[in-house]
């Protein structure tokens, strides 16, 4: 499937500021991609982003172990996690429960 224009450019920007970017790969495609960017270089926060293929939903154990560990050794480097996300997309709201976090009212 490929990325919409919008899809590619956020992803695109994503990747050129994230000072770490992690992967989940199935056979030889790609089904998972998140990374953290923070503000400064010797900030103790940092903002997640994820993107995720259809793919996803097939290895949905998997990805979201493997997330939890993850999220686990970062928040030793990064006290303080933050994110946003669409309230639209029951998936992303759900993985991001899995790993603990909490949320504040919808803005916009």
Known sequence: MALGDREAKALDISLAITNRVWMGWHEDKVVCAWGLIPPTLLSEQAHLWLYTTEAVKEHEFLFVRYSQRV?????????????ATDPQIPGAIRWLRWLGATFGEPVG
């Open 71 to 83: 999220v686990e050794l970062l928040l030793k480097e990064y006290p303080l996690i933050t994110g």
